[in-house]
C-alpha cells in the first residue's frame, strides 16, 4: 500500500510510492486507458514494474506520488488496504535542473472527476516549494484533450508542437510542450498542503 501523506488536498492524497505499489504502477504500461495517452511503447511484467519503483521513483532528483482517495477514518501513516483507494501517479523528474518536467496517470474510472487537476496541481506546488527550479514542463498529445485541459488550467502556456513526433496506438501523433515559470505559479490555484 502507499506510504504516508505528503500532501492533502479537497479530495485526494499524495502518498509516497513504496515498493509494494509495482503492481499498481504496471497499469500504466498495460492498461490500453493510460498507456496510450502515455504513449508507453512496451508491456512491463511485475519484476520490470518493480525494477521501475527503484530506478524511477527514488532519488534525490525526483518526487513520486501515489494519488489516493481516502476514506473518512483514513490514518495520516500508512493506511491498511480498505482505508484508502490508489488512483493514479504523479510523477516530477529532474528537479536538480533549471526545469522540472511533470508526467501523471489516472486509472480511467476517475478520468472526468477533477481527479486529475488537483493531483497535478498539488504536485506543482509541490514542486516550486522543496525545490529550486526555475520552471516546471510536462507534454500530451495533441489528441489528449483532457491532460491538455489540465495543464492549461494550472496555468502552463503550450510552448512548442513536435508534429508526428511519437508513434502511438497505429499512428503518428503530435507532442504538445508546457511550460510553467516560477513565478506565474500562483498557488491560490489549487489547495495547498496541510
Excluded at 511484467?45 to 521513483?57: H, I, K, P, Q, R
Excluded at 474510472?109 to 498539488?122: P, Q
Excluded at 513526433?165 to 503518428?172: Q, S
Amino acid at each position: 500500500m502507499p506510504g504516508p501523506v505528503v500532501a492533502e488536498g479537497d479530495r485526494v492524497t499524495l502518498r509516497t510510492v513504496e515498493r509494494d505499489d509495482a503492481a499498481f504502477r504496471q497499469q500504466a504500461s498495460t492498461h490500453p486507458g493510460i498507456r496510450y495517452s502515455l504513449g508507453v511503447a512496451q508491456h512491463r511484467n511485475a519484476a520490470e514494474a518493480e525494477g521501475l519503483v527503484e530506478s524511477m521513483d527514488e532519488g534525490g532528483d525526483r518526487l513520486a506520488f501515489v494519488v489516493c482517495l481516502d476514506g473518512e477514518d483514513a490514518p495520516a501513516g500508512s493506511p491498511g488496504d480498505d482505508e484508502t483507494e490508489r488512483i493514479g501517479l504523479v510523477h516530477a523528474y529532474e528537479l536538480d535542473s533549471e526545469r522540472a518536467h511533470l508526467a501523471y496517470w489516472l486509472r480511467p474510472a476517475f478520468h472526468g472527476e477533477g481527479y486529475g487537476r488537483e493531483a497535478a496541481g498539488l504536485l506543482v506546488d509541490r514542486v516550486f516549494r522543496v525545490s529550486s527550479v526555475h520552471s516546471a514542463g510536462a507534454g500530451a498529445f495533441a489528441y489528449n484533450e483532457p491532460s491538455r485541459r489540465i495543464l492549461e488550467s494550472l496555468g502552463f502556456v503550450e510552448e512548442s508542437r513536435a508534429r508526428a513526433a511519437e508513434y502511438v496506438d497505429g499512428a503518428y501523433r503530435d507532442v504538445v510542450q508546457y511550460g510553467l515559470l516560477r513565478r506565474e505559479w500562483a498557488s491560490d490555484c489549487v489547495p495547498t498542503e496541510q
